[in-house]
């Protein structure tokens, strides 16, 4: 399945302007820690690092444990200095990496 | 345990002093949103924090996506759904003129797939199925639940209104004894709603996941402690049927949010 994804970066704002920037990721984040139907151990599957940049720079990350739960949203501020792409990246337990991105507008 | 045969007990003692046939006033009737706590609320008003968008979203991808052996995608059809699609939902369950039955969105979608784009149906409960219900239904937001006009529907309606009003299962419960009798009451500690279905397919925080009003009807079967009707059976249907008729005049939610 394709990454489902949902980011939310104000497109024009004033520099030195605190903006929020939100990110909704559809995952299972499945614990493996739960027994599936036939009794046998669903495997963990969680994101293990989120990743945030701003102008190539990272500028946020975090590391997920199995405790958060499914379709896991991540809000945070950042301070808007210049215009650029703030790319969003986050792995999985699979190695996986996948990718989101939304531009800024600084006047 | 024993408490909840004694639960059992008052609101069977509830429901035959009370009749449940009686349902719910006009005045009273309240969608599951107001009896969710704020924070709930929130989570569903807001569209950039409410999960049940990411399967809109992909619902949107799966509407411009050719599938079948006719290669066509639902937008080959139908065009743009934010225009055809919009109050569909609303008026679902409604007659199938192939079949001669009602027919629910989510056997509507698989009974195009079959006949337009000759693919497989989708699995019950299966994300894409649940991606592109949950996408066409949410073109409906915030239009009400049109009065029932189809005639042909009536016996089914009935049907499914005998089946809200039938006790099941060991514990010996009918939907109307908890969802007509005691709403606004609480089971364990949740608040027990009017059972309306405007918010269809909603993500539920227990789910971890959206999910059919289908689904919801056999968790309560179970609840009960009665065998539910499998995924697509008549009675679910018809048992929606009845549902729409009785939260008629309120909006359409999807995607709502419920605890």
């Keep these: 399945m394709t990454a489902r994804a949902l980011v939310n970066v104000p497109k024009a704002v004033k520099q030195g302007e605190v903006v929020e920037i939100k990110a909704m990721i559809a995952h299972p984040m499945e614990t493996g820690y739960r027994v599936g139907p036939n009794g046998t151990n669903i495997p963990r599957d969680i994101i293990r690092r989120f990743a945030c940049s701003y102008g190539g720079e990272e500028v946020f990350w975090a590391d997920l444990y199995p405790a958060v739960s499914a379709n896991p949203f991540i809000a945070f501020t950042l301070v808007a200095s210049t215009s650029g792409t703030i790319a969003f990246t986050w792995t999985d337990d699979a190695g996986e990496t996948q990718t989101a991105s939304a531009e800024i507008t600084v006047s | ?259």
């Design chain 2, 1 to 259: 345990m024993r408490a909840l045969w004694g639960l059992a007990g008052v609101v069977g003692a509830l429901t035959c002093s009370m009749v449940a046939a009686a349902g719910i006033k006009d005045g009273e009737k309240r969608s599951g949103f107001d009896f969710m706590t704020r924070e709930t609320q929130a989570l569903q008003a807001d569209d950039m924090a409410n999960p049940g968008m990411l399967w809109v979203l992909q619902g949107e991808q799966l509407w411009h996506q050719a599938e079948g052996k006719a290669e066509i995608a639902c937008a080959g059809c139908h065009g743009e759904a934010s225009q055809t699609m919009r109050g569909v939902a609303a008026r679902y369950p409604a007659y199938d003129e192939a079949t001669g039955r009602p027919t629910d969105l989510v056997g509507r979608i698989n009974s195009c797939r079959a006949a337009r784009q000759e693919a497989e149906p989708l699995a019950p409960e299966s994300d894409a199925l649940l991606a592109l219900t949950t996408y066409v239904a949410h073109q409906s937001r915030g239009m009400p639940i049109p009065p029932a006009t189809d005639a042909r529907l009536a016996p089914f309606r009935d049907n499914g209104r005998r089946l809200f009003q039938s006790r099941i299962g060991q514990l010996d419960l009918s939907c109307a004894s908890c969802h007509h009798t005691n709403w606004g009451k609480r089971l364990g500690g949740s608040v027990i709603p009017q059972a309306h279905p405007n918010g269809y397919p909603l993500y539920r925080l227990e789910w971890q996941g959206v999910g059919s009003l289908q689904r919801r009807l056999r968790n309560c079967m179970v609840g009960v402690r009665a065998e539910p009707f499998a995924f697509g059976a008549p009675e679910l249907v018809e048992l929606e049927l009845y549902l729409m008729e009785q939260a008629q005049g309120l909006p359409i939610e999807t995607p709502a949010v419920r605890p």
